[in-house]
């Protein structure tokens, strides 16, 4: 039987509407960190891919570079760890009655920042020196969406890929991003959101795990 959707879950339709073309593969192999800070993506747009459909592995290209890499940590659960210019961080969704997604530091206990989300898969992100970033949806087909920083003010938005087996998303980061120290992460956290989602809609359907 299919399981209940988790207080992640959002109506997340990956094939509305499809896309016309997929996301464009590069014809080398990019290299890996050239870029030395998420920030640096300020006005600009990457890929998020999935290199192989048989590990919960994905990559964050831009042109011929991988800036960071999301892993799970087994092929089952949430724990994750990424791995971009900036640093590494680890991603782990927990809690029934009291959801959240917590990020910590490499070999820490310390939640340096919480992610709370309601039942319809938007949340609020909660980090350091009490800054609060919305995650919401931002489309009729409910398919695309977007961090908000404290002045309301659009950072980066994501917006899945409908084409072919694999999971992958274009996302987009605003100019005004590059203001926030906390962009790093919250591009991957919008990401492992995306893909929790991705799970449960699969889950929640007739013959799903």
Same mark, same amino acid.
């Given at each position: 039987?299919?399981?209940?959707?988790?207080?992640?879950?959002a109506? +997340?339709?990956?094939? +509305?509407?499809?896309r016309?073309?997929? +996301?464009p593969?590069?014809?080398?192999?990019?290299? @890996?960190n050239?870029?030395?800070?998420?920030?640096?993506?300020?006005?600009?747009?990457?890929?998020?891919?999935?290199?192989?459909? +048989?590990?919960?592995?994905?990559?964050?290209?831009?042109?011929?570079?991988?800036?960071a890499?999301?892993?799970?940590?087994?092929? &089952?659960?949430?724990?994750?760890?990424?791995r971009?210019?900036?640093?590494?961080?680890?991603f782990?969704?927990?809690?029934?009655?009291?959801?959240?997604?917590?990020?910590?530091?490499?070999?820490?206990?310390?939640?340096?920042?919480?992610?709370?989300?309601?039942?319809?898969?938007?949340? @609020?992100?909660?980090?350091?020196?009490?800054?609060?970033?919305?995650?919401?949806?931002?489309?009729?087909?409910?398919?695309t969406?977007?961090?908000?920083?404290?002045?309301?003010?659009?950072?980066?938005?994501?917006?899945?890929?409908?084409?072919?087996?694999?999971?992958?998303?274009?996302?987009?980061v605003?100019?005004?991003?590059?203001?926030?120290?906390?962009?790093?992460?919250? @591009? &991957?956290?919008?990401?492992?959101?995306?893909?929790l989602?991705?799970?449960d809609?699969?889950?929640g359907?007739p013959?799903?795990?």
């Amino acid at each position: 039987m299919p399981s209940d959707p988790s207080p992640f879950s959002a109506p +997340l339709r990956l094939g +509305l509407p499809p896309r016309t073309t997929p +996301l464009p593969e590069p014809t080398t192999r990019p290299s @890996v960190n050239a870029t030395r800070s998420i920030r640096d993506l300020a006005g600009r747009s990457a890929i998020w891919r999935q290199p192989s459909q +048989l590990r919960q592995e994905y990559e964050m290209v831009v042109g011929e570079e991988i800036v960071a890499t999301l892993r799970w940590r087994k092929n &089952v659960g949430t724990p994750a760890a990424a791995r971009p210019p900036d640093g590494t961080w680890s991603f782990k969704a927990a809690g029934f009655l009291n959801p959240r997604v917590t990020i910590r530091l490499p070999n820490s206990d310390y939640d340096f920042a919480v992610f709370r989300p309601c039942n319809t898969g938007e949340g @609020v992100l909660e980090a350091m020196a009490d800054q609060r970033f919305q995650w919401r949806c931002v489309n009729f087909w409910q398919n695309t969406w977007a961090f908000f920083d404290p002045e309301g003010d659009r950072l980066l938005t994501i917006k899945p890929d409908a084409a072919g087996l694999k999971l992958g998303a274009q996302l987009n980061v605003e100019l005004k991003a590059s203001a926030h120290q906390e962009i790093g992460y919250l @591009v &991957v956290l919008g990401w492992y959101l995306m893909v929790l989602m991705a799970e449960d809609a699969v889950a929640g359907q007739p013959g799903g795990a």
